[in-house]
């Protein structure tokens, strides 16, 4: 099975799904590179969009579409400047044009080139999208792509020998795996797990890549505890963190987001106020990834805020530090990298427990790791928060990343708290279920699961609230 880096996991990007506008924004990016690879970009007069099963259900809510033709247009989900990303859809739905590769005009008209086929899924994922660029002499390029979650691409029939297979210290698949090499290796989690990532980086890229991704955990949850209003795509949601922040801080004054951090600390530490503190993180992460904001995969857009929620946790309330920063999100890294391996981080494949349950067993890890907890009890912590989240639905109101999105992000934080609390207190040589037989469990609900609870908005909630959604 190919490695796979904590900084595969953790991706900073722009919501409000990892899977339907991260995914698909970045099969577009590699459609783009593959017709410049074969010499054929400066000939590709039109190109059309397919896209298939759940990608074409909820696509519209998902904003599919628009990170499709940010992708044609040459924008990147890292750099883009997310405030003006409307007025671009808008400026290309009017011109019924697109810069491709963001160089050259061709005729682009949304509403015919890109094709949502609501009936038909491709066999290899739910998650299917083809692309067709047709040349100036008639010839025509198609590639398939499919977005297996958490912005993760695979290329249909890609050939497997154009790629290394990267060789590492401590080659993990199995939790068992995990717990053998530290307990050879006399070392803690995210030790192993460093020491694999110098496979690709040298520490000093580790920790600049941590800090890069904890300062836009950071700046996201600032945003959101700062911005009223409305969330877009017709459901009128009302934004809820920065009332909750205002309310909890009262008169406390502050100009930056360290002076506001220093509020917090301040605000009080009974059990009321740190569980509504906690969230409120969540709520602000998952309004402005509802928002086409930018934000982590963690491991998926919709699961965002758990992380940052149960690491803010950690930092203000626990007299966290810069190094507990960076073995929390390196144990929640590998954690989410188990999962994927061994079951999916794809709510299209496996409902919502692959998305908040995963989030919340990587948020338990990585919160037991900085509390003192040793192996097994990361491992336990980890177990007991998805054991909790076992066939939890994906259900979305219209196919928005808002109802009930939002609020699972909340109750996935409280939930791994509470699992890394119990870990601490336990015996785990007495538990008897393990974190690669949750995992298992989990593979399995999921394949049991009826598709209409696998991200399609055509079960639960989703049919009982009328909504007429925007494409905005």
Not at 327 to 356: H, P, V, Y
Not at 424 to 437: F, I, K, N, T
Request: hydrophobic share 40%; aromatic share 8%.
């Amino acid at each position: 099975m190919e490695a796979i880096s904590v900084f595969d996991i953790f991706k900073i990007g722009v919501g409000p799904s990892s899977s339907h506008t991260m995914g698909p924004w970045r099969a577009a990016q590699q459609f783009l590179s593959t017709c410049d690879r074969k010499g054929i970009l400066s000939a590709v007069a039109q190109v059309r969009v397919d896209l298939f099963g759940s990608l074409a259900k909820t696509g519209k809510g998902h904003g599919t579409d628009i990170a499709i033709l940010l992708g044609l247009s040459g924008e990147d989900p890292v750099t883009c400047v997310t405030t003006s990303i409307h007025q671009r859809i808008e400026a290309i739905t009017t011109a019924c044009s697109l810069a491709l590769g963001g160089t050259r005009s061709i005729r682009f008209d949304p509403a015919t080139g890109i094709v949502f086929h609501r009936d038909t899924v491709l066999p290899f994922h739910p998650n299917g999208l083809s692309f067709t660029a047709v040349l100036y002499d008639g010839a025509k390029h198609c590639e398939t792509y499919y977005s297996v979650g958490g912005g993760f691409v695979v290329q249909e029939a890609q050939d497997s020998d154009r790629h290394e297979i990267t060789k590492l210290p401590f080659p993990i698949e199995h939790a068992s795996q995990l717990v053998g090499y530290c307990h050879d290796q006399g070392e803690p989690v995210p030790r192993i797990v460093w020491k694999n990532e110098m496979v690709w980086r040298s520490d000093l890229e580790i920790r600049a890549g941590i800090e890069r991704l904890w300062q836009e955990m950071l700046h996201c949850v600032y945003r959101g505890c700062h911005t009223d209003g409305e969330l877009p795509g017709g459901l009128s949601v009302v934004r809820r963190a920065a009332h909750m922040n205002r309310k909890l801080l009262g008169d406390a004054s502050y100009n930056s987001l360290e002076t506001w951090l220093e509020a917090i600390r301040c605000s009080g530490r009974d059990f009321q106020v740190i569980s509504r503190w906690v969230s409120c993180f969540a709520l602000a992460v998952n309004e402005e990834n509802a928002s086409f904001g930018r934000v982590v995969t963690a491991p998926t857009n919709g699961a965002a805020g758990v992380i940052p929620a149960v690491m803010l946790y950690y930092y203000l309330f626990c007299d966290g530090d810069q190094r507990g920063i960076e073995d929390f999100i390196l144990t929640a890294g590998e954690i989410g990298s188990l999962f994927k391996k061994g079951a999916t981080i794809s709510a299209a494949m496996g409902g919502c427990q692959a998305e908040i349950g995963v989030s919340s067993a990587m948020a338990a890890a990585g919160l037991t790791q900085c509390l003192g907890g040793t192996i097994d009890q990361v491992l336990m912590a980890s177990e007991i928060a998805m054991e909790h989240h076992l066939g939890l639905t994906c259900d979305p109101i219209g196919g928005l990343v808002q109802i009930p999105c939002i609020e699972r992000n909340t109750m996935g934080a409280i939930k791994a708290i509470t699992a890394a609390n119990i870990a601490m207190d336990s015996d785990p040589s007495s538990a008897r279920v393990s974190l690669d037989g949750v995992i298992k469990s989990m593979w399995e609900t999921a394949l049991d699961m009826n598709a209409k609870y696998k991200e399609t908005a055509e079960g639960g909630l989703a049919l009982y609230i009328p909504v007429n959604v925007s494409e905005c």
